[in-house]
């Protein structure tokens, strides 16, 4: 039932079928009854991060608004889950706590070269510990996401939702009726199907094993591929990454992968490229094999494993939620097929975040949420804008990016001035850290705007945040140029590279009729 403020601003969708063809969405607030019709303006299926944005935005703004979601668990499945979702309790949080464990490692190696020396009876870690204290840091931001939807008036109710009909939540066996539905569901890791894919983990068991492993491989060449490969590896495992690319970090700009993966030898991974995962069995003493295909046929094995991480990509959580029968057009991988309001082709279902699969990151769910909550609750048709979005690979070393890749950019504007440089950043030169940094501004060349910034080396991401409005507020060249560096900081290097380390030109193809 429609209460108080929610009463006055009930939703009406004027024009349901505009909005496919691109033009506005027409969603008018209006002060007529539904109350009999509706328990609610808003029904979000999902409490991941797009999920509870939307839906808190959206009680902000006047709607009626329940969201559920599945019991709490550290790792997921069909019937576990939690208020937070995966950035929280099986993503973005706990991975970066795992780099930030992992550092120290790295510090406690590298201090030497600054007078610190080991106490003599060595350096200890206790996983357990950090797992506790992970585990518990996990379960106060659960509890906080749940004050957050509390405090803004959402209901939350627990359980597995399903969609019934256009207007219509199931959630364990019980009927709510609503105008509209949000469905963020998020996704799900994705196991190769191969022999022996059942003794893999994939990154929700990686983030919570009893112990580290000391060699493990791991399946992928993806962010989380590498995010997880150097985690272990500074934790002192000896780690094999398994990619089927020449490179890893397919998407990224070529010259910052070959950079990476020329850091991450460096690092101590072990990298095998242009191999294909075949199967996984189990030794005599428990441990793991792994037989992957060269591409000249042969085969190479992998033996005393650990652990073998399947960090092979994702899948949207769209099985079983009723959304082809209440027939809403899902693509090839079961994503939500949405228009630019991320709005489905059923005028009162809404879809965001990983779902969608657009682009998998957290601060894009967030937008998209925040996009559906004005268009639905506010009568603001707003839509999301993908230009300009930065991300960041937590690896050893990260990497940072925002706009263009000089690939993307020669295609699509064709002349180019690339800026690069590379350096030994002053922390190696004293610690004894072989890694180094490199930069790269990929410029416009008639225009002179920054299409694109890259950098792969210590504090990218900390580096990029900045760079990225820049970029996206179209800063020039010339302007970057004018800005005064901070001294002695790597990101200065970002101001101060003055000459075009290469042109790009693009030569028409002479054509013969
Ligand atoms: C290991 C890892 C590391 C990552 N690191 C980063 C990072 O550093 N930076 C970054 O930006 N992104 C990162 N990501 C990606 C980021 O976590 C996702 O893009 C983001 O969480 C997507 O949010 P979402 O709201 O779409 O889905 P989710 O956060 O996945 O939320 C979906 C929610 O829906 C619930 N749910 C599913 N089905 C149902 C149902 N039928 N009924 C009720 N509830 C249901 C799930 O339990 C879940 O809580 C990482 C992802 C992983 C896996
Ligand atoms: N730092 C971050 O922002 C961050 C961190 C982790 C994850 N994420 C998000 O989560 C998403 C999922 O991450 P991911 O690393 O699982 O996916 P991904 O798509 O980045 O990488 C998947 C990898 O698996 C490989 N692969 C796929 N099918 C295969 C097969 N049949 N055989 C062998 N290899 C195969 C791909 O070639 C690729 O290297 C990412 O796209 C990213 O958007 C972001």
Redesign the pocket.
């Given at each position: 039932m429609l209460t108080g403020v929610a009463t006055r601003r009930c939703l009406q969708v004027a024009n349901p079928g505009r909005v496919n063809r691109g033009l506005c969405t027409r969603v008018t607030a209006t002060a007529s009854a539904s109350v009999g019709d509706f328990d609610f303006d808003l029904f979000t299926i999902g409490a991941g991060s797009g999920g509870v944005r939307g839906s808190r935005f959206a009680a902000s703004y006047g709607a009626k608004v329940a969201v559920c979601e599945l019991p709490f668990d550290y790792v997921s499945s069909e019937t576990r889950g939690g208020v937070g979702g995966t950035c929280v309790l099986r993503?973005?949080v706990p991975?970066k706590l795992m780099v930030y464990a992992s550092e120290y490692a790295d510090d406690f190696r590298h201090a030497g070269g600054f007078g610190w020396s080991v106490p003599s009876d060595g350096l200890r870690h206790s996983w357990t510990s950090f797992i506790e204290a992970k585990r518990k840091e996990l379960q106060r931001l659960n509890g906080a996401y749940k004050n957050t939807l509390n405090n803004a008036k959402v209901t939350l109710i627990e359980g597995r939702g399903r969609v019934v009909d256009p207007h219509t939540v199931e959630v364990d066996g019980k009927h709510y009726r609503t105008k509209n539905i949000l469905i963020a569901v998020g996704g799900r890791?994705s196991k190769?199907d191969i022999p022996g894919a059942d003794l893999c983990i994939t990154s929700d068991e990686a983030l919570e094993l009893p112990e580290c492993p000391r060699k493990v491989a791991v399946?992928?060449?993806?962010?989380?591929?590498v995010?997880f490969s150097g985690i272990f590896a500074r934790m002192g495992a000896e780690v094999h990454t398994v990619?089927?690319?020449p490179l890893?970090l397919?998407g990224f700009d070529g010259e910052v992968r070959k950079f990476a993966a020329d850091q991450y030898t460096a690092a101590g991974l072990t990298l095998h490229s242009e191999v294909?995962?075949q199967s996984v069995s189990r030794q005599m003493d428990g441990r793991l094999s792994l037989v992957v295909a060269r591409k000249d046929g042969s085969s190479e094995v992998l033996t005393d494993l650990d652990q073998v991480l399947m960090?092979?990509?994702?899948v949207p959580n769209t099985h079983g939620l009723g959304l082809a029968e209440a027939g809403v057009a899902l693509g090839r991988k079961g994503q939500v097929l949405v228009d630019e309001y991320c709005r489905s082709n059923v005028p009162s279902i809404w879809a965001v975040g990983d779902v969608i699969d657009r682009?998998?990151?957290t601060p894009v769910a967030l937008m998209e949420g925040m996009a559906v909550a004005k268009t639905v609750a506010l009568d603001n048709p707003t839509k999301p804008d993908y230009w300009a979005v930065p991300?960041?690979?937590?690896s050893n070393p990260e990497i940072a990016t925002v706009g263009y890749t000089e690939e993307a950019a020669a295609e699509k504007f064709g002349d180019l001035d690339i800026y690069t440089t590379s350096f030994r950043p002053m922390r190696n030169t004293v610690s004894g850290s072989p890694l180094r940094t490199f930069m790269k501004a990929v410029v416009d060349a008639t225009s002179q705007k920054v299409l694109g910034m890259h950098m792969v080396g210590a504090e990218a991401a900390e580096i990029m945040q900045g760079f990225a409005v820049a970029v996206k507020m179209g800063v020039t060249k010339a302007q970057l140029d004018s800005v005064v560096g901070i001294h002695p900081s790597a990101a200065e290097e970002f101001v101060t590279m003055r000459s075009v380390s290469r042109q790009v030109r693009h030569v028409p193809v002479a054509t013969t009729v």
């Open positions: 993503g973005c991975k890791p190769l399946l992928g060449g993806g962010y989380i591929a995010e990619f089927r690319q890893p397919r294909t995962p960090a092979t990509g994702r682009i998998q990151l991300s960041a690979v937590f």
